[in-house]
């Protein structure tokens, strides 16, 4: 992504966030797309009896901004906050379609991201609809070792789709 990496260098906007700050809630307009550089976020629903669902932890080398607030008028449907300190640069949606539209190398990389993000979400819905919750919190644990210090076991639990104490069963279960 070497021309996203030149727009970053050139346009991005750095900023950092202290643990437990939002960047965005759900229901605002952020029209931004978000690099990050250090740290772990955890982008979250709120349902409507109150509690959180967890859609994604995301650490460092990863991208995350809300589709539906790109539309005009579009509001995040999730929000995204700091469960680390984090380091971010971000892009405005609208410079990034704007140096797509002039530069193809720029589009192909868009539609390359485009492409990655949709795997991943395919992949995400395969794993909650067709595997236990003990083969996803393996899964977990195999693709984010170092994840496990900075994730709390609440977060891990809603992410994998079961409570806290159905994660503590699992965990007596993998270590016996």
């Known amino acids: ?16 966030f202290p643990l437990g700050h939002h960047v965005f809630h759900q229901g605002d ?13 955890k ?11 967890v859609k994604s932890l995301i650490g460092p080398g990863s991208t995350i901004g809300s589709l539906a607030s790109m539309e005009d008028e579009g509001a995040c449907t999730f929000s995204l906050v ?10 405005t949606f609208d410079l990034l379609v704007s140096e797509a539209q002039k530069d193809i190398a720029v589009a192909n990389e868009v ?18 609809l067709c595997l236990s919750a003990e083969e996803r919190y393996r899964q977990f644990l195999e693709e984010n070792p170092s994840d496990t210090a900075t994730v709390s076991q609440a977060d891990i639990a809603a992410y994998i ?8 069963r699992i965990k007596r279960r993998i270590v016996e």
């Open 82 to 91: 700091a469960i680390s300190e984090v380091s971010l640069v971000s892009l």
């Open 1 to 16: 992504m070497q021309k996203i990496s030149e727009l970053l260098a050139k346009h991005g906007v750095g900023a950092r």
């Open 111 to 128: 539609i390359d991201f485009l492409v990655m993000f949709a795997r991943r979400k395919e992949r995400r819905e395969h794993d909650l």
């Open 161 to 168: 789709g079961v409570t806290p104490q159905a994660l503590s």
């Open 43 to 53: 982008a979250y629903y709120t349902r409507i009896d109150g509690r959180e669902q």
């Open 29 to 41: 307009s952020d029209r931004r797309l978000y690099f990050v550089r250090e740290g772990h976020l």
